[in-house]
T-cell receptor, first 112, second 114 residues
Framework: DAEITQSPRHKITETGRQVTLACHQT?????MFWYRQDLGHGLRLIHY???????NKGEVSDGYSVSRSNTEDLPLTLESAASSQTSVYFC???????????FGPGTRLLVL | GENVEQHPSTLSVQEGDSAVIKCTYS??????FPWYKQELGKGPQLIID?????GEKKDQRIAVTLNKTAKHFSLHITETQPEDSAVYFC?????????????FGQGTTLQVKP
């Protein structure tokens, strides 16, 4: 069955370190999204991609970057982790156009 | 700007009762409205969605209604069970509607008491 996976599921890091969160989907979806989820803020869009070599900033993109070298993967990089980036991160994917987004299980990140 | 308001933020019902969660949206061009259920420690899962060419859609104990004139849509869960306890999110397309991006409501924590 097609699925979307994220790794690691839990991560503890220190302020200033570079961190990369992985997202892999086997739906063959063109669209991929990264969200962060914080209490009181719901799901906020960080970055998204409509296909290979395409990346776009979302509403809370500062301090984050993504790259899309193939259809299946959209890794999220925190260039220099900050305590404000402690959060739960979700990756999602969807087909072209206005289609259902399918979410991964999430990565819980703690920045000390 | 675009906005999706969701109410209530918390809802507690007795097992067997009905639960209703309401969302309002601001972009009149929006044409797709999904509802997601998030259980503790898991990612959101789509439970039902509705497109703007229909006013109501049902799937067993859950239903979604859409009022395009008033720009609101609601999730109805009947005969609630303890396993319905979760956080529920509504969403609407971020303009322009064909981008595939969604704006999510703040979430409703539903507790079903046995």
């Amino acid at each position: 069955d097609a699925e979307i996976t994220q790794s690691p599921r839990h991560k503890i890091t220190e302020t200033g370190r570079q961190v990369t969160l992985a997202c892999h989907q086997t739906w063959n979806h063109n669209n991929m999204f990264w969200y962060r989820q914080d209490l009181g803020h719901g799901l906020r869009l960080i970055h998204y991609s409509y296909g290979v070599q395409d990346t776009n900033k979302g509403e809370v993109s500062d301090g984050y970057s993504v790259s899309r070298s193939n259809t299946e993967d959209l890794p999220l990089t925190l260039e220099s982790a900050a305590s404000s980036q402690t959060s739960v991160y979700f990756c999602a994917s969807s087909g072209t156009g206005l289609e259902t987004q399918y979410f991964g299980p999430g990565t819980r990140l703690l920045v000390l | 700007g675009e906005n999706v308001e969701q109410h209530p933020s918390t809802l507690s019902v007795q097992e067997g009762d009905s639960a209703v969660i309401k969302c309002t949206y601001s972009d009149s061009a929006s044409n797709y409205f999904p509802w997601y259920k998030q259980e503790l420690g898991k990612g959101p899962q789509l439970i039902i969605d509705i497109r703007s060419n229909v006013g109501e859609k049902k799937d067993q104990r859950i239903a979604v209604t859409l009022n395009k004139t008033a720009k609101h849509f609601s999730l109805h869960i009947t005969e609630t069970q303890p396993e319905d306890s979760a956080v529920y999110f509504c969403a609407a397309p971020q303009a322009p509607s064909n981008t595939g991006k969604l704006i999510f409501g703040q979430g409703t924590t539903l507790q079903v008491k046995p």
